[in-house]
C-alpha cells in the first residue's frame, strides 16, 4: 500500500513543457529545474519568439552557458528545443528542425492565447498544412496550447470548444501527426486524448492536478494561482487527477512552470503563469500520494514521456521521502523576485536526492 511509503526512488523525471526564458534570470530558472529534471522541452515564446532552427541553436547556446553558470554540468540536464510555429512558417523550416538533432517539437500557439502568442498561428489547417504535412512524414511532434481565441467563447469552456473546432478536423487531416495537446485542464480534453485514434498525448501541470478555480479567489484575488489555461472547476481536477494515475501512457508531466516577476503579477493586469519548477516533484507526489497512488508516478514523470517522444529514459534515478517541505515566501531572481506556487505553504513529500 502506497500509504505506507516513506520514501520512493524513480528513474529520474523529464519535464515536456517548460518556460526557461532568456537572459539574466536563466541561470537560477534552469538550475531549479536541472536539480528535478534529467531533460526539458523548452518553450519558444520569447520575445521575438524561436522561429526558427537558426533562432533554437542560439537559445540552446545560451541556455548552455546558464547551466555552466549554475554549476550544473551539461551530462545532468539537456534541453529539448522547440520551435515556434507562425503563419510563415515553411516546409524549409520543418526539414531543418527534423534534421538538428536537437528540435523536438513545434508548438501552435493560436494568435493571442497566452503570454506573448501574438505572432501565433491564425488559421492552422487553412496557413499551415504543408507544414502540418512535413512535421507528420518527419514525425516532428506538433505541441498544442489547446484553446480557441474567439471572444464570444467563455474562458471557461475554450478548451472543450477546441477540441471539436480544431483538435478533430486536425487529427482527420493528419491522422500521423504525433501532437501533444499541452497542460490539459478539463475532462473534455482528458476524453479526447482517451479515446483518440492516432498518436496523441498530453501533458498535465502539478498545478491543474492539485488546484480548482476556487484557488484563484480563496480569501481576494490569488495572482499567483493565474495562469493560461485558467484553473477549472473540481470535476475538471478529478478528471486530470484520475487520467494521471491511471497508469495510461498518453498522460505525461509537463511543469508549464512560468516565471513571472512579483511586480508584473500583483498588478492590475497580472500576467498568467505560474513558478513550480523549484518544486515541482514535491507538487506532483502531494497529487499521487492524495490519491494513494505514487506506484504510478514513475510511469507519468519518467517513461511516459520519454516513449512518445521516441527518445530513451534516463539512466539517473530521483528519490522523494516523506519530510516536511516549506516551499519559500519568495525566491530573488536576477535582481526581482519570483513567487513559487504556494508560497509559504509545506508540503508532505521532499525530493531527497538525484543519483547518478
Ligand atoms: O500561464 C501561462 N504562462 N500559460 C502559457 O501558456 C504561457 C505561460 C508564460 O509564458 O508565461
Ligand atoms: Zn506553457
Known sequence: MSSTITSLTIIRPDDWHLHLRDGAVLASVVGDTARQFGRAIIMPNL??????????????????????????????????????????????????AAKSGFVHGVKLYPAGATTNSDAGVTDLLGRCSLVLEAMQKAGLPLLVHGEVTDPDIDLFDREAVFVDRVMIPLRRAFPELKVVFEHLTTS???????????????????????????????????????????????????????????????FFLGTDSAPHPRGLKEAACGCAGCYTA?????????????????????????????????????????????????????????????VPLAAGQSLQWKVASTGA
Open 47 to 96: 520575445k521575438p519568439p524561436v522561429t526558427t532552427v537558426a533562432l533554437a541553436a542560439a537559445y540552446r547556446d545560451r541556455i548552455l552557458a546558464a547551466q555552466e553558470k549554475a554549476g550544473i554540468p551539461q551530462r545532468d540536464f539537456t534541453p529539448l528545443m522547440t520551435l515556434y510555429l507562425t503563419d510563415n512558417t515553411s516546409v524549409q523550416d520543418i526539414e531543418q
Open 278 to 338: 523549484l518544486h515541482a516533484m514535491e507538487l506532483y507526489a502531494t497529487a499521487f500520494a492524495s490519491v494513494d497512488r505514487l506506484d504510478r508516478l514513475e510511469g507519468f514523470a519518467s517513461r511516459h514521456g520519454p516513449a512518445f517522444y521516441g527518445l530513451p529514459e534516463n539512466t539517473g534515478t530521483l528519490t522523494l521521502e516523506r519530510a516536511d517541505f516549506k516551499i519559500p515566501a519568495e525566491l530573488p531572481m536576477a535582481g526581482s523576485t519570483v
Open 188 to 250: 473534455e480534453g482528458v476524453q479526447y486524448v482517451r479515446y483518440a485514434e492516432g498518436p496523441v498525448a498530453a501533458t498535465l501541470t502539478a498545478h491543474h492536478l492539485l488546484y480548482n478555480r476556487n484557488a484563484l479567489f480563496a480569501g481576494g484575488l490569488q495572482p499567483h494561482w493565474y495562469c493560461l489555461p485558467v484553473l477549472k472547476r473540481e470535476k475538471h481536477r478529478q478528471a486530470l487527477l484520475d487520467a494521471a494515475t491511471s497508469g495510461n501512457n498518453r
